[in-house]
């Protein structure tokens, strides 16, 4: 893979140079958005007198994520966007490097060139946000906040280092990326004596194509293959590099007026490389159905939904010959608030509910509830993590019982839209654990009030 990405690198500085191309603006455009969050959390580790229950249940605390945006139009179908981000929680002028609070980072950074060789053709090259469909398997790459005091789920950031190829034949439109997730090294011996060598990469490479059936319903089919080069301890077993291949059809539409629907599939398979020996070979699935109705003609504007996703999972991670557990990839979809930041997105099997209405013209109010069972039976005893981090660090443990419920989540928000620009937010998430879950003696509570500005 990274000799065909030097190739297509190759080609299009050729391709540059042949052109004599030069960067000559003509045009910039300045945006970007502030966000003012104070953010109260309890119990997210769901029992009494857990360790450094402060830190990891207990968290109250100020949070600003202030992005700048400029995006210039250099030469004809070229142009160029920069976005860079500071997320700090509020420490007056005491923010020390350590915490990452004075840090800002590049977010985005990528060059656009359209109609590129051919009309169809066009390239985006750089760091970018890529988002596909519903954001089941594509949307979000799960990249660390910077600040090591800000929970990772409520982290701003998604966008992926990566060149993505957009072929438009409409009504057909193919995507083609490659990405480089992760690049690092760890150990010391580069030797031949050395199980796992230096290497820790993930890379990304896939395709997506949508077909448009007619102006109400679009069809898409997918493929990606995650590689992660990382093999373990340096200790045997170590392993070859886990090579996770996804893939899936989503149909989506709008069968009547004012209705919204839609219906993914995906399968996984390929190479499986975890500390069991045992687990040879991905061979997972992903369903996913949403209905979402909007009833325009009433005052309020109220809209009601329903939705439901399943995510296999292992029954016996020790004894199983195979791995049925759910790849997250790379999604970006908040069932419930509180259930993202606790429960991982696989063996799942959620019901949710969800419904809005605008008593005032700028106000609305809306809710989500869900109801979150394991896809299979998981040996009691078996742990699994938070895919967050609460503190931007560190994630938190939990252990499955052998049981199937989860727990219960609700998520009510309310919104002002005070000007054009300004939007004032407050949301109240609730978790109650079930009896699935071994550490289910508390309930979780969030509750955030916000501030944003988009200029």
């Known amino acids: 893979m990274s000799k065909r990405l030097i190739v297509v690198l190759t080609l299009l500085f050729v391709a540059g140079i042949a052109c004599a191309a030069y960067a ?43 992005r700048l945006r400029v995006d210039a139009d250099l030469t004809d179908n070229v142009g160029a966007t920069v976005r860079l981000i500071n997320e700090r929680v509020w420490n007056g002028q005491y923010d020390g490097s350590s915490s990452g609070n004075s840090k800002i980072d590049l977010d985005l950074a990528y060059v656009t060139l359209k109609e590129f060789l051919y009309s169809p053709l066009s390239f985006v090259v750089g760091r970018q946000e890529i988002r596909f469909g519903n954001a089941l398997i594509m949307g979000n790459a799960k990249a660390q906040t910077g600040a090591t005091n800000i929970p990772s789920d409520l982290s701003e950031r998604k966008a992926f280092d990566a060149i993505r190829a957009t072929l438009n034949y409409d009504p057909l439109i193919i995507d083609l990326i490659y990405a480089k997730v992760k690049q690092e090294t760890y150990g010391t011996d580069a030797t031949t004596t050395d199980p796992i060598g230096l290497k820790n990469d993930i890379s990304l490479a896939g395709v997506n194509a949508t077909y448009a059936l007619n ?37 989506s539409g709008s069968p009547i007026e004012n209705m919204t629907a839609s219906f993914e599939a995906a399968y996984q398979f390929g190479k499986s490389n975890t500390s069991n020996e045992n687990l040879k ?26 939705s439901y996703t399943y995510l ?37 099997s959620v019901f949710n509910l969800k419904g809005s209405f605008k008593p005032l013209d700028d106000v609305t109010i809306s ?34 019982t052998g049981k199937r419920h989860l727990g219960d989540s609700i998520d009510l928000t309310a919104t002002y839209d005070y000007t054009e620009d300004v939007q004032l937010g407050l949301t109240y998430g609730w978790f109650k654990p079930g009896d699935g879950i071994q550490e289910n003696e508390k309930d979780a509570n969030q509750l955030i009030g916000s501030l944003k500005v988009v200029f």
């Open 24 to 66: 000559e603006v003509q045009n910039i455009k300045v945006s970007g958005d502030m966000l003012m969050s104070g953010v109260a959390r309890s119990r997210f580790g769901l029992k009494y007198n857990a360790p450094d229950d402060k830190s990891q249940l207990k968290q109250s605390f100020l949070m600003s994520q202030i």
């Open 367 to 400: 809710a989500v509830y869900g109801w979150y069972d394991t896809a299979s039976k998981t040996t009691g005893g078996t742990t699994f993590y938070s895919p967050s981090f609460y503190d931007g660090t560190n994630a938190l443990t939990y252990y499955y």
């Open 312 to 348: 296999s999972g292992n029954k016996n991670p020790t004894g199983d010959t195979r791995n049925q557990g759910w790849d997250p990839m790379f999604y970006d979809q908040k069932l419930n608030n509180i259930a993202y930041a606790i429960l991982p997105f696989s063996n799942m």
């Open 215 to 251: 102006k109400n319903a679009n069809i898409a089919a997918y493929y990606y293959i995650k590689n992660d080069k990382y093999k373990g301890s340096a200790t045997p077993p170590g392993g070859e590099s886990d090579k996770v291949n996804t893939i899936g059809t989503l149909i």
């Open 281 to 306: 070979k991905h061979d997972a699935w992903a369903l996913q159905g949403m209905l979402d109705y909007t009833f325009a003609k009433v005052k309020t504007t109220p809209t009601v939904g329903a």
